[in-house]
């Protein structure tokens, strides 16, 4: 079956360092994948998403390219902010539509000033 | 902007009593979805609606029922609460063009 995996945190940096969540999968065709962000005492949001292979989707910074050779959807940032402190997900969704979400187990990010 | 929102962000109920959690969406969209999230298991899917008074299991429906009478809505049931049922419960509603998932706040439940 599908299947997600990304670091284990919790990850702490220092405000500007360089981010990178690695996140790996294992998936039957073609999937989408996404980053969702969970900021403390919220639900999840989008963060980005990339649905063919060699796209990169962007926003707010953040930069994650979709690697079909490696099976691969690492997120980067190149300078963090004391307000990217959230848990990050990593997620895939079979081909041809979404229907459910395969889930990583979430990764802790904690920005310190 | 698509708004989901959930009948409760705390709720604290006692083992054996049947617990309803609402979820509504103001996107006209086809999909719900409920998932509980607990630390180290990430987001696991309970069950989901295509459409209307339709419904399918997830990966851990057991416990659980769900009621989809209008479009608009979905609920989350659980028949008979448990300990084991302490966690945070999040609804989701997804775009069919997209397929994007806009998630609620959450409704993080204790069952004492």
């Known amino acids: 079956g599908n299947s997600v995996t990304q670091m284990e945190g919790p990850v702490t940096l220092s405000e500007e360092a360089f981010l990178t969540i690695n996140c790996t999968y294992t998936a039957t065709g073609y999937p989408s994948l996404f980053w969702y962000v969970q900021y403390p005492g919220e639900g999840l949001q989008l963060l980005l998403k990339a649905t063919k292979a060699d796209d990169k989707g962007s926003n707010k910074g953040f930069e994650a390219t979709y690697r079909k050779e490696t099976t691969s959807f690492h997120l980067e940032k190149g300078s963090v902010q004391v307000s990217d402190s959230a848990v990050y997900f990593c997620?895939?969704?079979?081909?041809?539509?979404?229907?459910?979400?395969?889930f990583g187990k979430g990764t802790k990010l904690t920005v310190n000033p | 902007d698509v708004k989901v929102t959930q009948s409760s962000r705390y709720l604290v109920k006692r083992t054996g009593e049947k617990v309803f959690l609402e979820c509504v969406q103001d996107m006209d969209h086809e999909n719900m979805f409920w998932y509980r999230q607990d630390p180290g298991l990430g987001l696991r899917l309970i069950y989901f609606?295509?459409?209307?008074?339709?419904?399918e299991k997830g990966d851990i429906p057991e416990g659980y029922s769900v009621s989809r009478e209008k479009k608009e809505r979905f609920s989350l049931i659980l028949e008979s609460a448990s300990t084991n049922q302490t966690s945070m419960y999040l609804c989701a509603s997804e775009d069919r063009i997209f397929y994007e998932q806009y998630f609620g706040p959450g409704t993080r439940l204790t069952v004492t």
């Open positions: 609606s295509y459409d209307v008074k339709m419904k």
């Open positions: 997620a895939l969704s079979s081909q041809g539509g979404s229907e459910k979400l395969v």
